[in-house]
């Protein structure tokens, strides 16, 4: 029972938050980005406080790179 409310009320607070990243035309805006993926994200997870005042913002987005290692393994 209580873990039935518990997810309710996740799902509840990440359908807001993915409200107010429509509302601000996240969705539409065209670029394919880290850093716009990084905004939606951070905009679901704020959920209701988007209304309070939060406004995440994601400037400056780095994917870690692949490393120069060797893929063979030596035995």
């Given at each position: 029972m209580f873990r039935g409310l518990?997810?309710?009320?996740?799902?509840?607070?990440?359908?807001?938050g993915v409200l107010a990243a429509w509302q601000?035309?996240?969705?539409?805006?065209?670029q394919t980005n880290c850093a716009t993926a990084g905004q939606i994200g951070l905009t679901a997870l704020a959920g209701p406080?988007?209304?309070?005042?939060?406004?995440?913002?994601?400037?400056?987005?780095?994917?870690?790179?692949?490393?120069?290692?060797s893929s063979v393994?030596?035995?």
């Open positions: 518990v997810g309710t009320i996740v799902l509840v607070w990440l359908l807001i601000r035309d996240y969705f539409h805006t065209g406080l988007n209304y309070a005042g939060v406004n995440p913002k994601v400037v400056n987005c780095r994917l870690p790179e692949p490393s120069a290692m393994a030596h035995v």
